[in-house]
């Protein structure tokens, strides 16, 4: 008989567990559950998603033991994964960034420029204490981690936790990688890429299928022309209209460095001023209001539905696609399946021309010890520059939380790619402090 695990999913008042728990049950006989737990520290948040989700897996997963709880100790014991997606300061707190550096005439964005500084900030401290829960209580469990700034995070765990079995992943790989599969009309398991990079920060430089036939000048050609914009919808999580623009906004990026298919997140990075004038035409309604007037609301009006009716009956919660890169990484260690996966992990010569103590994002073989970079080579300089700066600035960030250093702070800001000076990162670093409060460390 199969093994079947245990999984508590952190951050269980997240808008994204009914999508993980769907494609929990979808995958149940390539990864069976004995027990399903929520955790999240906001007990009214996750009891309305806990009492919707306790009645829909009553009528459809019935041999699967569910509990939501925000008791560390019941969340954290018996578990073989713990699949995290916390936000520290919740959307309330992600309104602060994408509007904060708008005073300062930079943008504000989720986890690139100070928005994603000042998100690192709050993370990592949510980010050790469960990754300490769940050592107290499962010492041989993984943790799966989306929480963002992955980068930030990801950095904080090699330097805080350096033999914690925690993984860092992001979807934006796979969920571009889905777009490109439509592109050259393939399905995406049929792919395989070489890509380096930082977090929301990287290139591939490959995507053939098993045979070997590469595309990646047929998807050059594609996104030159339209971006990484498909006809069909692929992803059911990048569809809103600010993300259709950013899809579209790859041919820019492309041009710069035209070799290369470009992560659509550096448009931060190599348009800031084109999105800082974007933000500049609606200061007010940003992707956090557009997020909580539209996923959030859906995802908690289907939950309180389910529980009015004391049923599931007839109220579908999407089954998320994005998540089964989460279900395919736990099966790789629970399995050791050595599937390749484009992974966040120390970079210790993946790319040669790069340190080797940098989280870079490269593919990886996983297997039952975790992920094994396959080496990229050499890259180009104008991309190597661009990496050195941005993940000195994540590296900075961390320090700065470590020894509470105001002065790496407004270093780390100083330095990101998105801001014009010392004299504005240093505004913004008095104003981030002071819209963070508590959820920062004191920095002196
Ligand atoms: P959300 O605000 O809806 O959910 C986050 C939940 O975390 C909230 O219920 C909150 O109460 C809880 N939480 C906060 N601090 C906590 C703590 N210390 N302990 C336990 N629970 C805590 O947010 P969301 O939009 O669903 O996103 C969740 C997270 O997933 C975010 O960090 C987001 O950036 C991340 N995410 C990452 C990827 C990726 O590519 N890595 C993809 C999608 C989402
Ligand atoms: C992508 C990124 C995630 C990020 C998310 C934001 O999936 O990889 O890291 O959190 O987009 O999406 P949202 O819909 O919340 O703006
Ligand atoms: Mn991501």
């Known amino acids: 008989m199969m093994k079947k695990f245990s999984v508590v999913i952190a951050g269980g008042g997240s808008t994204f567990t009914p999508g993980i728990v769907m494609m929990l049950l979808d995958n149940s006989d390539r990864f069976p559950l004995r027990k399903l737990k929520l955790y999240d520290n906001d007990g009214d948040r996750q009891g309305i998603l806990g009492e919707a989700l306790e009645i829909l897996l009553r009528e459809q997963a019935p041999e699967v033991e569910f509990s939501y709880t925000t008791d560390p100790e019941e969340a954290f014991s018996d578990i073989d994964f713990c699949m995290a997606h916390i936000r520290v300061g919740k959307y309330a707190m992600r309104e602060k960034d994408e509007k904060v550096p708008l005073r300062h005439g930079v943008f504000g964005q989720e986890t690139c420029g100070p928005g994603g500084i000042a998100y690192g900030m709050r993370s990592i401290t949510g980010m050790l204490e469960i990754i300490d829960y769940m050592e107290k209580y499962s010492p041989e469990a993984w943790m799966l981690n989306y929480s963002n700034p992955a980068a930030i995070v990801a950095e904080a765990c090699r330097v805080l936790r350096p033999d914690s079995k925690v993984l860092n992943i992001c979807d934006m790989p796979v969920g571009t990688l889905r777009r490109m599969s439509q592109i050259v009309g393939k399905k995406p398991e049929e792919l395989e890429v070489r890509y380096f990079g930082l977090n929301h920060f990287g290139w591939w430089t490959s ?238």
Request: proline share 5%.
């Open 207 to 444: 995507v053939k299928d098993k045979e070997g036939n590469e595309y990646l000048d047929q998807i050059r050609a594609y996104v030159a022309e339209n971006g990484y914009l498909t006809q069909i919808e692929v992803d059911t999580q990048h569809t809103d209209p600010s993300w259709q623009e950013t899809h579209k906004k790859a041919k820019d990026i492309l041009a710069v460095a035209p070799e290369y298919l470009p992560n659509t997140y550096l448009k931060y990075y190599l348009y800031p001023d084109y999105v800082t004038d974007h933000m500049q035409e609606h200061p007010e309604y940003t992707r956090a209001n557009e997020v909580m007037a539209g996923r959030e609301k859906t995802v908690f009006d289907h939950a309180k539905k389910i529980i009015e009716n004391g049923s599931a009956e007839g109220i579908a919660f999407e089954i998320d696609a994005h998540a089964s890169f989460i279900v395919d990484l736990a099966r790789a260690i629970a399995y050791n399946t050595h599937e390749r996966m484009v992974m966040i992990v120390e970079n210790n010569g993946a790319i040669a021309n790069f340190p080797d103590d940098a989280m870079v994002e490269v593919p990886c073989i996983v297997g039952v010890d975790g992920p094994e970079a396959l080496t990229q080579g050499n890259i180009p300089a104008f991309q190597q520059a661009l990496m050195f700066q941005q993940v000195t600035v994540e590296k900075l960030v961390v320090e700065a939380y470590v020894e509470k250093s105001y002065q790496k702070m407004w270093q780390a800001l100083t330095l990101s790619k998105t801001v014009p000076s010392a004299q504005v990162a240093k505004e913004l670093l008095d104003d981030l402090i002071e819209e963070n409060g508590e959820f920062w460390p004191e920095l002196s």
